[in-house]
């Protein structure tokens, strides 16, 4: 007798719902770079060293693996190499900035070497068809100014003036979109009040880098003011500023709405506020709670100076569109809520941290995955600015040394194209985005250690080959069809 045995097997199918997200036909594309991080041939044609030079020639243990920006990409050399990997993904805009060290002396005449680099770069652009976006300070501070005080010195004012007046004079004809400055709450608060980088100024209480602060966007809305009048006529150019910011989640239930808001106030708002409001000035609850903090001090001044009437009037409305770095985003807790918690050190009273049980983190320890910020951002600043004009100016992952098949940023670059998406299908007033980076660059006190470039950099081959990761394909696929798919399962 036989005994038949019968087995049922189960087939469980796992169904993938792919969705796209979309961008406008006129939307545009591009990467970003800067000039210290990229270009090398530091002290050759006339250049001058810059608080970065100082800075990692003088204290080289202040970088994690004792380098310099010295070589980093060899731009200055391999220009072309850059404008061809534009090219192969084809990118409509590239973002760069010019070196301040490069283009005057000490004693504010021209260097013409410098002018002549740039010239080429951005002729060579236009050949092809790139549209040039250019930063005019890009954290590369002149080191003959650092010694008069830097951004602590109001006469830096005038001297940026003459500056962006060079700037605007010798590439306006062909350069449309200019951005003042990058990210200058990095470069007053880590530069100026908690020495993490050059020029590696240390100051209580928030001091300097409020000084630091308020001698930007003075500088800021003169280089404005100055092109309106004297370039724009001819020129038809748009003027901006580029701040970073993430946003700012709730930690629980009992963190209030009003918390959030006065986090991204406290550090979007810092520069923004006066900017892109009627008030011309720092938000209103900074204001207030650094003057009150001030004055328990025993202070005969507020820590945050104050703007003169013509000032104010001089700062409203001075950009034409408003850059956003964004990379990541924080939970956010008021110190009240934290029994034992001494608030001394911060004038916000808040606590902004990462939750690595939710995000995934970079190889960057500042740097989670958090593409949904980037949408509440945009929104935010949609609601709360009028909806300006937005260019998102830097976004990216960071990763080891030459990581070709770079999936982790594929994942988060199309996770924050989506939400980009879903901004602009929400109004947002965006028109354009420039992944960080380019190539793998000089990564400030990090570095080489920490590689952001889509295209890798082997920093001991001569040649510095652009070597193309997987995400490039990403892009390319990005630039043909204007959309990307997400599983959303």
Known sequence: MKTLIFITILIVTVSSEIKRYSFPDDFLFGAATASYQIEGAWNVDGKIPSIWDTASHRNPSSVVDGTTGDDAGMS?????????????????????????????????????????????????????????????????????????????????????????????????????????????????????????????????????????????????????RMYKEKYFPSQQGKVGICLNSGFNYPYNSTVTQETVDKAVNFYL?????????????????????????????????????????????????SADFLAINYYSSNFVVPFDLLPGWDPAGSDNEIWGFHDPTIWKRAKSVWLYQVPDGLRDLLIWIKDHYNNPLVYITENGWSDEPMTIDDYDRIEYLNLHLKALSQAIDASCNVKAYTVWSLIDNFEWMRGYTERFGIYAINFTDPERQRIPKKSVALFKDLMQNMYVEIDEN
């Open 269 to 317: 708002g810092r520069f923004a506020n006066a900017i892109f409001t009627e008030e011309g000035d720092y938000p209103k609850i900074m204001r207030d709670a650094i003057n009150e903090k001030s004055k328990n001090e025993g202070r005969r001044w507020s820590r945050l100076p104050h703007f003169t009437t013509a000032q104010i009037e001089s700062l409203k409305g």
């Open 76 to 224: 200055y050399y391999y220009y072309e190499k850059d404008i061809q990997a534009l090219k192969d993904i084809g990118f409509k805009v590239y973002r760069f900035s010019i070196a301040w060290t490069r283009m005057l002396t000490k004693t504010n005449q021209v260097n013409q070497k410098g002018i002549d680099y740039y010239n080429k770069l951005i002729d060579r652009l236009k050949e092809e068809g790139i549209e040039p976006m250019v930063t005019i300070y890009h954290w590369d501070l002149p080191q003959y100014l650092q010694d008069l005080g830097g951004w602590t010195n109001p006469r830096i004012v005038k001297y940026f003036e003459i500056f962006a007046d060079l700037a605007f004079k010798s590439f306006g004809d062909r350069v449309k979109e200019w951005i003042t400055f990058n990210e200058p709450s990095v470069f007053c608060d880590e530069g100026y009040g908690w020495a993490s980088h050059a020029p590696e100024i240390r100051t209580d209480k928030n001091i300097g880098n409020y000084l630091c602060t308020h001698h930007v966007l003075l500088a800021h809305a003169s280089a404005y």
